[in-house]
């Protein structure tokens, strides 16, 4: 969401215009059948986005220290060279899907923002397409703050990360009433933002880890973890209009 996030971990596309309700179960995609060829054909234009389709299944799969280039190959079933001929390298392929991964991202959060009107309503729609999103998603969505894997000067991530963090400042300031620049943050939007983010982010974290399930179990019966984040924002966003 912020031009260079920072936190670690997960496991992550599919369509970005249907969010999952955010709830505390991770789905694992279906491994690609054993009889896979080899030597699957494939047009020229179509063998990127191939590629990059059967590196969101090994990511899901089997995580990020599965995801190799040896591993793509096998699993869309091309040449070992197919993969560096497209991305050159580990980090380029990550930072590839990183870029997918924002722009669903992003466009999950805009299309559940347009479905309310009043402020509050928008910005909780939003934190909750993030947390689904994450939720549908979440070894995309570890890669994609994973800055330490990714090359932040390719054109493709820097747009989409950079459009991530515009998304967030503008909803910052109509929660506000006021323009933000993203370039030029006043110390007072800067701290909204970062409070905002800290919230629906930390929050993100504790339900892919498996963390919120001892203050779900002490809550009333049929508490969801949508639930008990819809009270979090109401409540900060109550505090604090800048939120």
């Given at each position: ?13 599919r369509a970005a215009n249907s969010v999952a309700p955010v709830r505390a179960v991770r789905t694992r995609s279906a ?24 590196a969101e299944r090994v990511l899901e799969r089997d995580g990020l220290a599965g995801l190799t280039l040896r591993a ?172």
């Amino acid at each position: 969401m912020a031009r260079k996030p920072t936190t670690a971990r997960a496991r992550v596309p599919r369509a970005a215009n249907s969010v999952a309700p955010v709830r505390a179960v991770r789905t694992r995609s279906a491994p690609r059948s054993a009889g896979a060829s080899e030597t699957t054909p494939y047009h020229h234009g179509a063998l990127r986005d191939a590629l990059l389709e059967a590196a969101e299944r090994v990511l899901e799969r089997d995580g990020l220290a599965g995801l190799t280039l040896r591993a793509l190959a096998r699993e869309a079933g091309v040449s070992h060279a197919a993969p560096t001929h497209h991305f050159g390298d580990l980090t380029g392929l990550v930072s590839e899907l990183a870029a997918i991964g924002f722009r669903q991202f992003n466009a999950a959060m805009a299309a559940a923002g347009a479905t309310a009107t009043a402020p509050t309503e928008k910005a909780i729609a939003r934190a909750t397409a993030y947390v689904a999103y994450a939720q549908a998603h979440p070894g995309m969505y570890g890669v994609m703050f994973r800055t330490e894997r990714l090359d932040m000067s390719r054109p493709s991530l820097h747009e989409a990360a950079e459009a991530s963090f515009a998304g967030l400042a503008g909803a910052i300031g109509a929660n506000r009433q006021e323009q933000i620049f993203e370039d030029a943050l006043s110390l007072d939007q800067a701290a909204a933002i970062a409070r905002a983010w800290s919230l629906v982010h930390g929050f993100t974290m504790l339900l892919l880890d498996d963390r919120l399930s001892d203050i779900l179990r002490r809550l009333p019966d049929g508490t969801s973890a949508e639930t008990l984040l819809d009270a979090m924002l109401r409540s900060a966003i109550g505090r604090s209009p800048g939120c």
